[in-house]
């Protein structure tokens, strides 16, 4: 599991947000992908909210990509999104079909999720030093 991400109440402004990444397994556990499944995430509360983007995924990730943590607990309530992902796990074909999952289809859908819009990370990011992109 990628992710497990939480929210109480669909007002709050958090969640998780994966850009520009790669996301695979190491060289050490290569030889086992497709013995354990891994998917990029599951819901931890009732409104976990999770988008992953422009990110290479590789075929690790199981085609579905999400999975249901108990039941069909969240699956309604949750907002998971993908958006120009590429590489062998990232096609949508296969992926749930939860009402709460979707497949951005455009910039302005994604662009509330990069870290100059969800983080404000214009304000704070370069005082780390950490390399960063604020947009697509």
Not at 28 to 48: A, F, M
Request: some cysteine.
């Amino acid at each position: 599991m990628v992710t497990a991400q939480g929210r109480d109440d669909p007002n709050q402004n958090t969640g998780i947000v994966i850009q520009k990444c790669r996301i695979g397994a190491t060289s050490d556990l290569k030889p086992i992908i497709g013995s354990v499944e891994t998917y990029l995430g599951r819901p931890w509360r009732e409104y976990s909210r999770t988008v992953v983007m422009q990110s290479d995924i590789s075929n690790v990730i199981h085609p579905a990509g999400w999975y249901e943590w108990n039941g069909n607990f969240a699956l309604n309530t949750l907002f998971y999104a993908e958006y120009q992902n590429t590489g062998a796990g990232a096609g949508t074909s296969n992926r749930v079909t939860w009402r709460g999952f979707r497949v951005l289809t455009s910039a302005i859908e994604a662009q509330p999720f990069t870290a100059g819009r969800f983080i404000a990370g214009g304000s704070w990011l370069e005082a780390t030093g950490f390399p960063f992109s604020l947009g697509l």
